[in-house]
């Protein structure tokens, strides 16, 4: 059973590689960095908010080209009115919540070789983010 695990993430890594190849060094996009070993479960993209890009017509293009988005988990979880519903203390500044939640998504990751639809989500991005 272990092995199966460890194939699957081999191949989720592969995918990494394919995505980091296409996203990397391109400045509007701001991209996961590992920290350690990976599973890859997911492709974070970061839309970089320097460069002015329209999230929402981001995301319409995804869906119209056919491709499932997720937000990233939940954004920041301070700005959803569940938060009213808890007793908290908010300590320093959250501004990378709030970069991600204005400005990030993210795509699945399988455990099979994805490299065209990697391409194709990485063409459809290009054609939203001029």
Request: aromatic share 12%; hydrophobic share 40%.
């Amino acid at each position: 059973q272990l092995e199966k695990v460890d194939e699957m993430i081999r191949i989720r890594r592969e995918n990494a590689e394919v995505f980091k190849k296409l996203f990397s060094g391109d400045d509007r996009f701001i991209i996961q960095r590992e920290t350690g070993n990976s599973s890859w479960f997911s492709f974070v993209v970061i839309l970089n908010p320097e460069k002015k890009i329209d999230r929402q017509r981001v995301l319409t293009g995804l869906k119209n080209a056919g491709i499932e988005f997720r937000i990233v988990t939940g954004g920041n979880f301070l700005r959803h009115d569940v938060i009213n519903f808890f007793d908290y203390e908010c300590v320093g500044n959250i501004k990378n919540a709030d970069l991600i939640h204005d400005n990030g998504f993210f795509v699945g990751n399988f455990p099979r070789d994805l490299s065209s639809e990697l391409n194709y989500f990485h063409k459809a991005l290009m054609r939203e983010v001029k």
